[in-house]
């Protein structure tokens, strides 16, 4: 088994990157003291595994630089992307509350540089200052309603709207501005952004070649280029039976 990356200085934890989303941000100073002296910095690799699925929880993990990855293995050996955390994210609360192995394997995207709150002095610390769960409320709805929305998409949408819908997502996330449109900035294998749709490659080809051709889009390697993300909206209003903007 792959070794676990060595822990490395005490993290600082109002990092622009971490501090912005809400659960931190609204801490007291104090709190944010205690969090600051239990926290460590990890860096990684790129490939490096963070965890593997099955693993046992270590607390939870804050994502300073780089991007983290979590996915899961298939019976046939392929392996299947869940989610891409970039630096800001939060994430392995949920293995942190209920003490259950971690469900997916995560890995670094690019060197990448993660911080970690031991779990069991974390819950330690909920204990002390309740408080704390209002926040971690909110960041678990807010993971939940998005877990939602893409069944409620699985469950309703064709893949053409599901697929310009995870694409101008990217674009949000990543999206950089050039000369001929708007570029994911975002390595985006065929096979990851099929494997995000639950669907095969072939289908999301297809869809990729035809919008190629209507130019909506332009295809690099591992890169999608959005020239024309109105139309895009429009196609993807439509299926969804809203008002096209």
Same mark, same amino acid.
């Given at each position: 088994m792959q070794d676990r990356p060595a822990p490395a200085r005490? @993290?600082?934890m109002t990092d622009p990157a971490l501090s912005a989303d809400p659960w931190l941000r609204d801490l007291s100073p104090e709190l944010v003291a205690h969090l600051q002296a239990m926290s460590l910095r990890r860096r990684l690799r790129d490939g490096e595994r963070l965890y @593997? =699925? $099955?693993d046992a929880a270590e607390g939870l993990? $804050? #994502?300073v630089r780089g991007r983290i990855r979590l996915s899961v293995p298939t019976p046939n050996g392929r392996e299947v992307l869940f989610v891409l955390f970039e630096p800001g994210s939060w994430f392995g609360e949920v293995s942190m509350f209920d003490g259950e192995p971690r469900p997916q394997d995560a890995h670094a995207i690019g060197d990448s540089e993660i911080l970690l709150l031991p779990r069991l002095r974390? &819950?330690?610390l909920l204990d002390q200052h309740p408080? &704390?769960?209002r926040g971690f409320t909110r960041l678990l709805c807010r993971k939940l309603r998005t877990v939602l929305d893409y069944v409620e998409d699985a469950l309703t949408l064709p893949l053409a709207a599901r697929l310009g819908k995870r694409l101008l997502q990217l674009a949000q996330v990543y999206g950089v501005d050039e000369a001929d449109g708007r570029l994911i900035d975002l390595a985006l294998p065929q096979d990851d952004l099929a494997s995000m749709l639950g669907a095969t490659r072939q289908s999301v080809s297809k869809e990729l070649k035809a919008w190629e051709q209507q $130019?909506?889009?332009s295809l =690099?390697? =591992?890169h #999608? #280029? &959005?020239r024309d993300e109105a139309a895009l909206t429009r196609m993807v209003a439509r299926a969804s039976g809203l008002p096209e903007p």
């Open positions: 005490h @993290a600082d @593997a =699925r $099955g993990y $804050g #994502v974390f &819950l330690a408080e &704390l769960y $130019g909506w889009i =690099r390697y =591992r #999608v #280029v &959005l």
